[in-house]
C-alpha cells in the first residue's frame, strides 16, 4: 500500500497561513495526491487533489514538489472552523485504483 | 443534493449480539466503500464496490463480517457475532466513475459502534 509521513500536529493562529507537509515516499508516475480532512464527529471531506502541477480551488492550495515526493496543504487564511486532522494520500493506482489508504494524519490546531 | 447517508448513527450492543449498518450513497454514484475507523486512527478500508460487485474486499474479516450491496444502489455492513475490539466508527463512501474522478470520495457521517 502507498504510504505517506505527516508531523502528528500543528499549531496556527486564526487568519494566518498554513502549510501542512507530507512525504510521499512511495509515489509512481501516475498516482494521484489527495487531502482530505476530518473535523470532529465527522467523515472525511475532500480538500484537493493534484498529480504534477500545483493546485487552487477555493478551500486551499496543493503545492507539489518536483520530485513528487513532497506535497504541502496551503490554507492561506486559518479560521476556527478549519481545525480538522488533515489526511494525505497517494492514489495507488494499478489494481487498487482508487483506493486511498489513510495515515494517522495531521491535527491541526487553530488558535483565535 | 443530499449527500451520503448512514443510519443507524449510534449503536450499543452486548458482545456476541449481530449488527448492522446501512448506507445510501450519492444518487449516481457507482463507487462504495465501507471505512472502519478506530479512535485516534485514519480511516481502513474494509470493501469496496463497484455497482453491486466487490471489487477490493481484502480487508474485510470475512468469519464475522459480511457486506451486501444488492442493484449496486444501497449497501448493508453486517457484523455477527460482535466483539468488544468492534467498537469503532463505521464509515461509508461513494463516488463517481474513477476514471473521471480519480477517487474523489464523499463520506457519510459515519455510524458509531459500541460493543460492551
Known amino acids: 500500500d502507498a504510504k505517506t509521513t505527516q508531523p502528528n500536529s500543528m499549531e496556527s493562529n486564526e487568519e494566518e497561513p498554513v502549510h501542512l507537509p507530507c512525504n510521499h515516499s512511495?509515489?509512481?508516475?501516475?498516482?494521484?495526491i489527495h487531502w482530505y480532512r476530518q473535523l470532529p464527529s465527522q467523515g472525511p471531506e475532500y480538500v484537493i487533489h493534484?498529480?504534477?502541477s500545483n493546485v487552487n480551488n477555493r478551500m486551499a492550495s496543493l503545492a507539489i514538489a518536483e520530485d513528487r515526493k513532497s506535497s504541502t496543504l496551503i490554507l492561506h487564511r486559518a479560521t476556527l472552523r478549519d481545525a480538522a486532522v488533515y489526511y494525505c494520500?497517494?492514489?495507488?493506482?494499478?489494481?487498487?485504483?482508487?483506493?486511498?489508504?489513510f495515515g494517522q494524519g495531521t491535527i491541526l490546531t487553530v488558535h483565535p | 443534493e443530499a449527500g451520503v447517508v448512514q443510519s443507524p448513527r449510534y449503536k450499543i450492543i452486548e458482545k456476541k449480539q449481530p449488527v448492522a449498518f446501512w448506507c445510501n450513497p450519492i444518487?449516481?454514484?457507482?463507487?462504495l466503500y465501507w471505512y472502519l475507523q478506530n479512535l485516534g486512527q485514519g480511516p481502513e478500508l474494509l470493501i469496496r464496490?463497484?455497482?453491486?460487485?466487490?471489487?477490493?474486499d481484502s480487508q474485510l474479516p470475512k468469519d464475522r463480517f459480511s457486506a451486501e450491496r444488492l442493484k449496486g444502489v444501497d449497501s448493508t455492513l453486517k457484523i455477527q457475532p460482535a466483539e468488544l475490539g468492534d467498537s469503532a466508527v463505521y464509515l461509508c463512501?461513494?463516488?463517481?466513475?474513477?476514471?473521471?474522478?480519480?477517487?474523489?470520495?464523499?463520506f457519510g457521517e459515519g455510524s458509531r459502534l459500541t460493543v460492551l
Open positions: 464496490y463497484e455497482n453491486e460487485e466487490a471489487v477490493d
Open positions: 494520500m497517494d492514489d495507488a493506482g494499478g489494481t487498487s485504483y482508487g483506493k486511498l489508504t
Open positions: 444518487s449516481g454514484h457507482n463507487t
Open positions: 493534484g498529480l504534477t
Open positions: 512511495t509515489i509512481s508516475g501516475t498516482d494521484y
Open positions: 463512501a461513494s463516488s463517481l466513475d474513477l476514471a473521471h474522478r480519480r477517487g474523489e470520495l464523499f
